[in-house]
C-alpha cells in the first residue's frame, strides 16, 4: 500500500514541471525586470528592455529550453557618459538565440558567441576618443571584453554611425541582410543571403564613400579559417582616387581570405599607398587593374596592367605585414617608364604644372623621409624603355635595377642601361635614416654615340652637329631634406671624354665669332671636323661644379671653357674661349659668358676685347674706310691653342678612376 506522502515528490516534480511548461509558453515575463537590472550592473549603462505594451502584454521574453533565447520588441543601451550619442545601441524587434556552451565559455573569459541575431531595425553608435576610450567598451575595470562574435545575423534595415578620433575615421554605413522567404525564426539558408551596405564618411579629411555587397554565408559567421569563401562586390572612392573589387573572402571584415580582381584609379599612388600602410611614391594620375590574394597579413598582387601618367608597367609582389617593419617584395617589369612621371616623388612639379615664371628650378618640397623607414622592399625593375625628361636625348633601351629598401636606406644597385649603342652601370642610394637625407650616386657609362644619343635635326646630306663616342664617370654625395637641398651640399668628381668623335665646322666658327669663316662655310655647307681631343672635368664642392678643365680641340680651333655654376644659388659663371689655329680676315673673337640663373640664362659676350676691337676699327674707319678691318684680322694663335690641347691629350692619355658603388647593406 502507497502511503499518502509518498506522493509528495511525485506531486512536487509535476508542479515544477507544469510550472516550467507554463513559464516557457509564457516567456517567463516576470524575469524581463530583473533582467534588466543585470544587464544595467553588468554593463555600467542605462538599459532599457520594454517588459509590457500599453494593454497590459508582454513584450519581452525569456525560454530556456535548449538555450537561452530573448524576444523583446525594444532593447536600448545606453552611450558612455562622455559621450553625446543619443545611446549606444537600439533594436526593434530584437531576437538572440545563445547556447549554454558558448555562455558557459564566455563566463570563463573566452570571447562571446551569439548563435543567431534578428531584428527589424538596428542601430549603433560606435565611437573612440583620441585618449583611447572607446563606447563599446562595456566593462567598469581592468581591460574591455572582446566585443561578441555573431554567427547568423537577419537584418532588414541597420544604421552604424562610427567615429574615431585615432583613424581620423568617422562614417555612417547603412546594412541589410535579406533573409530568405518564410518566417523570421526560420533557419538561415546562407546561399540565399544578399548583404548590402553603403557607407559615407571622412578619412583624414578625405571623403570616401563604400558600397558592398555579399552573397552566401556572411564574413563573420565562421572562422576565416575555416569559412566557406564569400561572393564580394565592392566599390569604393577616397577623394578622386577609386576602388572596385570583385572576388570571394573568408573573412571580408578583416580583409581576410581575399581573393579577387580590382581595379583601381586616382590622382597619385602615393593616396592609395597610405591607407595600406605602403610606401609609393608620389606620382601623376594613374589606373591599374589586377589580381589581389590576402592570406592573414600576407597581401600578394597580381598587377596585370598598369598605367601611371604616359608610363605603362606590370608585376607581380607580395606585402607582408606580419614582418617589422612591413616588408614589400616581387618584381616590376614595364614597356615605357616617363622620368617626368616620377618628378612628384623627389618634389618636382608635374610638366604640366611647371610654370616659366618659377625663380627656382631645382625641386624644393622636403621628402617624407619617414615613409622609407615605414617598411623594407627587394624588388627587381625592369622596363623595356626609360624616357628621359627632354625631349632632346634617345631613351634609355632597356633599363634594369635591383631596389632595396632597409631600415631606410632606399638603394638602386646593379643599374644596367643602354642607350645609342652605349652602356650605363652604377649604384643610387639615399639614406633616410634621419631626418636629413643622405644622397650617394656612383655611375658609370661607356660607348655612347652621341650622334644618336643627342637628337639633332639637320638637313638631309649634312652631318650631325657632335658624333662620337662618350665615356666617363661621376661619383658625388650630398645631404639634405629635399633635391635642392641635397645639390646644394653636392661634394664629388664627373669626368666626361669624347673618343673618336667629330664636331660641326659651322658651330666652331660660330663659337669663334669668326665671321667671315662662319659665312664660307654656311655657304660653301657644313661639313665636320675631327675632335682631336675633347674632355670635361669637374669638381663639385659645396654644389658648386667648378670646371677644372674642359677642352674640344680639333684642327681648325680649340674651344675651352672655365668658371662655375652653382647648384646651391642656381647661377651660372661661365667663360668659353676660342683659339683659331689658321688666318681669318674677319673675326670678332672675344670670351663668350654665360651667367643669369639656371631658369633665366644669359649668353653675351665679354666687353673688354670685343670693344677693343670694334672702337678701334671705328677711329681706323675714320681715317681710312679700308683700315677699319684690319682690326678685326686674326693671324690665329696656334701656341695657345695647343697648350690648351695638350693639357688635353695629356688627361686623356691618362686612364680616368672609374666610379666605384658604394657598399649598400641588404636586408
Request: a positive charge; hydrophobic letters at 45%; proline letters at 6%.
Amino acid at each position: 500500500m502507497i502511503k499518502p506522502w509518498h506522493w509528495v515528490p511525485a506531486g512536487l516534480v509535476l508542479i515544477l514541471g507544469v510550472g516550467l511548461a507554463v513559464g516557457e509558453s509564457m516567456g517567463w515575463p516576470f524575469l524581463a525586470g530583473p533582467l534588466q537590472s543585470q544587464l544595467q550592473q553588468k554593463l555600467g549603462r542605462d538599459v532599457r528592455l520594454s517588459a509590457a505594451n500599453d494593454k497590459g502584454q508582454a513584450t519581452a521574453s525569456l525560454h530556456f529550453w535548449g538555450g537561452i533565447r530573448l524576444q523583446s520588441r525594444f532593447l536600448e543601451i545606453g552611450a558612455p557618459a562622455w559621450s553625446r550619442a543619443p545611446y549606444f545601441l537600439s533594436a526593434q524587434d530584437l531576437d538572440l538565440h545563445l547556447r549554454y556552451s558558448d555562455v558557459w565559455r564566455a563566463w570563463q573569459g573566452h570571447q562571446l558567441l551569439v548563435q543567431s541575431l534578428a531584428a527589424r531595425q538596428l542601430t549603433v553608435y560606435l565611437e573612440r576618443t583620441a585618449d583611447g576610450q572607446a563606447s563599446w567598451q562595456m566593462a567598469k575595470s581592468g581591460a574591455a571584453p572582446k566585443p561578441p562574435r555573431i554567427q547568423n545575423i537577419d537584418l532588414p534595415a541597420g544604421t552604424v554611425h562610427f567615429s574615431d578620433a585615432p583613424l581620423a575615421l568617422n562614417f555612417e554605413a547603412q546594412l541589410n541582410l535579406s533573409s530568405p522567404a518564410g518566417s523570421s525564426s526560420a533557419p538561415l539558408v546562407s546561399q540565399n543571403r544578399v548583404l548590402r551596405s553603403t557607407a559615407r564618411g571622412h578619412y583624414r579629411q578625405n571623403a570616401f564613400q563604400i558600397t558592398l555587397q555579399s552573397t552566401g554565408a556572411l564574413p563573420w559567421e565562421v572562422d576565416a579559417a575555416q569559412g566557406t569563401p564569400v561572393a564580394v562586390k565592392l566599390a569604393a572612392s577616397l577623394g578622386q582616387a577609386s576602388l572596385n573589387f570583385e572576388g570571394a573572402a573568408r573573412d571580408f571584415l578583416h580583409l581576410n581570405g581575399l581573393d579577387g580582381t580590382f581595379q583601381v584609379k586616382g590622382p597619385s599612388l602615393a593616396v592609395i599607398g597610405e591607407p595600406l600602410g605602403v610606401t609609393l611614391p608620389t606620382t601623376p594620375a594613374f589606373n591599374a587593374s589586377g589580381q589581389v590574394q590576402r592570406s592573414s597579413d600576407r597581401w600578394a598582387v597580381a598587377l596585370h596592367k598598369a598605367r601611371v601618367g604616359s608610363s605603362q608597367f606590370s608585376g607581380d609582389f607580395v606585402f607582408d605585414k606580419a614582418t617589422t617593419p612591413p616588408r614589400l617584395r616581387g618584381q616590376l617589369n614595364g614597356t615605357r617608364l616617363k622620368l617626368e612621371d616620377l618628378a612628384p616623388a623627389v618634389g618636382a612639379p608635374q610638366a604640366s604644372n611647371t610654370s616659366a615664371s618659377r625663380a627656382k628650378v631645382l625641386p624644393s618640397r622636403p621628402f617624407d623621409l619617414a615613409s622609407l623607414r615605414a617598411m623594407d622592399a627587394d624588388l627587381h625593375i625592369a622596363f623595356q624603355q626609360v624616357d628621359p625628361p627632354t625631349q632632346w636625348l634617345e631613351p634609355l633601351r632597356p633599363f634594369k635595377t635591383h631596389l632595396t629598401l632597409f631600415n631606410g636606406v632606399l638603394t638602386l644597385s646593379s643599374i644596367e642601361a643602354r642607350t645609342a649603342q652605349g652602356h650605363l652601370a652604377g649604384t643610387l642610394s639615399l639614406n633616410g635614416q634621419r631626418n636629413t637625407a643622405n644622397w650617394v650616386a656612383a655611375l658609370n657609362w661607356d660607348g655612347v654615340q652621341l650622334q644618336r644619343w643627342i637628337h639633332q635635326k639637320r638637313p638631309a646630306g649634312r652631318p650631325p652637329y657632335v658624333s662620337g663616342l662618350l665615356k666617363g664617370h661621376a661619383k658625388v654625395q650630398g645631404q639634405g631634406r629635399s633635391t635642392a637641398e641635397i645639390l646644394a651640399t653636392l661634394e664629388g668628381d664627373i669626368h666626361a671624354n669624347v673618343v673618336g668623335g667629330t664636331v660641326s665646322h659651322l658651330l666652331v666658327e660660330m663659337a669663334g665669332l669668326d665671321v667671315a669663316e662662319s659665312l664660307g662655310v654656311y655657304l660653301q655647307g657644313d661639313d665636320s671636323l675631327k675632335l682631336d681631343c675633347a674632355l670635361a672635368d669637374l669638381r663639385v664642392s659645396a654644389g658648386t661644379l667648378r670646371l677644372r678643365l674642359w677642352v674640344l680641340d680639333t684642327s681648325d680651333s680649340t674651344l675651352w671653357a672655365e668658371g662655375s655654376l652653382s647648384l646651391a644659388t642656381e647661377k651660372l659663371d661661365l667663360r668659353a674661349m676660342v683659339a683659331p689655329k689658321d688666318f681669318s680676315v674677319l673675326t670678332l673673337r672675344a670670351p663668350v659668358l654665360i651667367q643669369g640663373s639656371f631658369s633665366h640664362p644669359l649668353v653675351t659676350v665679354e666687353n673688354g676685347p670685343l670693344g677693343m676691337k670694334l672702337g678701334l676699327a671705328l677711329l681706323l674707319g675714320l681715317v681710312n674706310p679700308l683700315t677699319s678691318v684690319l682690326p678685326l684680322v686674326d693671324a690665329g694663335n696656334a701656341q695657345e691653342a695647343e697648350a690648351k690641347a695638350a693639357a688635353c691629350k695629356a688627361r686623356m692619355h691618362k686612364k680616368p678612376q672609374a666610379a666605384q658603388p658604394t657598399g649598400t647593406r641588404k636586408p
